[in-house]
């Protein structure tokens, strides 16, 4: 029934549908996992690194998290040329606000700029959805530190832990059962990666194979993100019990 009305993004199927909306979102449970967890002190952001070859060079630049303003970040799922090109994007609104109103840009407001784009490629002919999904975890004066999911159709929602990509459903789930309200950064950290290592498809979990963010408050009052180094991770991994500790050295 779905071959005659998924030819276009623009019609709606006679259930109210539309399909290629919803297979730009199955693309998204093929790329790597990402899961945000906002704790009372920061967001934890966690991303699956895909390592397809072992000839391949690994990035300098990080493959799942990017910054977006000092206050924003964000991880990604999906069509990493797709998810570039929104990037620039919200990071060209974010500066137009700080040079129009000398302030930074609230949160919600940046992520429902964004999801404006991405909706208005759903509603017009000769355009496909964006295939990506996105964790953006900031902090902004109104309402403190926020984690917002956001998907191909252009809807966004507040979140207190969230899990895009692959096998997100089975991370969500244990995100549900797991989260408490007043978890610590360090607590949110240790959620993260637990839950990442259940479902990744890999067996062992590395330092290679993933990356780790956070978003904090300095005692200054300014936002401070921070990418984890491959070496402080590895030790996390370990002090966590999600790997041991001498696979790579073996």
């Given at each position: 029934?779905?071959?005659?009305y998924d030819s276009?993004?623009?019609?709606?199927?006679?259930?109210?549908?539309?399909?290629?909306?919803?297979?730009?979102?199955?693309?998204?449970?093929?790329?790597?996992?990402?899961?945000?967890?906002?704790?009372?002190?920061?967001?934890v952001l966690v991303g699956e690194k895909k390592v397809t070859s072992k000839l391949l060079q690994t990035s300098t630049s990080?493959?799942?998290?990017?910054k977006i303003d000092d206050h924003v970040a964000c991880a990604v799922a999906g069509i990493m040329s797709d998810a570039n090109i929104l990037i620039n994007t919200a990071r060209v609104q974010a500066q137009r606000?700080?040079?129009?109103?000398?302030?930074?840009?609230?949160?919600?407001?940046?992520?429902?700029?964004?999801c404006d784009?991405?909706?208005?490629y759903t509603q017009f002919g000769g355009l496909r959805p964006f295939g990506v999904s996105f964790l953006f975890a900031g902090w902004d004066k109104n309402f403190g530190f926020q984690l917002?999911?956001?998907?191909?159709?252009?809807?966004?929602?507040?979140?207190?832990?969230?899990?895009?990509?692959?096998?997100?459903q089975a991370a969500q789930s244990m995100l549900k059962q797991d989260?408490?309200?007043?978890?610590?950064?360090?607590e949110a950290v240790q959620l993260?990666?637990?839950?990442?290592?259940?479902?990744?498809?890999?067996?062992?979990?590395?330092?290679?194979?993933?990356?780790?963010?956070?978003?904090?408050?300095?005692?200054?009052?300014?936002?401070?993100y921070q990418v984890c180094a491959p070496e402080a991770l590895s030790k996390l991994l370990v002090k966590f019990g999600v790997t041991q500790s001498s696979p790579e050295t073996s």
């Amino acid at each position: 029934m779905s071959r005659r009305y998924d030819s276009r993004t623009t019609i709606f199927s006679p259930e109210g549908r539309l399909y290629q909306v919803e297979y730009a979102m199955e693309a998204i449970g093929n790329a790597g996992s990402a899961i945000g967890v906002l704790s009372k002190d920061g967001v934890v952001l966690v991303g699956e690194k895909k390592v397809t070859s072992k000839l391949l060079q690994t990035s300098t630049s990080t493959e799942k998290m990017y910054k977006i303003d000092d206050h924003v970040a964000c991880a990604v799922a999906g069509i990493m040329s797709d998810a570039n090109i929104l990037i620039n994007t919200a990071r060209v609104q974010a500066q137009r606000y700080t040079y129009a109103y000398q302030e930074p840009m609230p949160v919600e407001q940046l992520v429902q700029s964004l999801c404006d784009t991405k909706q208005g490629y759903t509603q017009f002919g000769g355009l496909r959805p964006f295939g990506v999904s996105f964790l953006f975890a900031g902090w902004d004066k109104n309402f403190g530190f926020q984690l917002y999911m956001s998907d191909p159709s252009g809807n966004y929602g507040g979140w207190k832990a969230a899990a895009i990509g692959a096998n997100n459903q089975a991370a969500q789930s244990m995100l549900k059962q797991d989260y408490k309200d007043d978890i610590t950064r360090e607590e949110a950290v240790q959620l993260a990666l637990k839950i990442l290592s259940k479902t990744m498809d890999s067996t062992s979990l590395t330092s290679d194979k993933l990356e780790l963010a956070e978003i904090s408050l300095l005692p200054s009052g300014k936002v401070k993100y921070q990418v984890c180094a491959p070496e402080a991770l590895s030790k996390l991994l370990v002090k966590f019990g999600v790997t041991q500790s001498s696979p790579e050295t073996s």
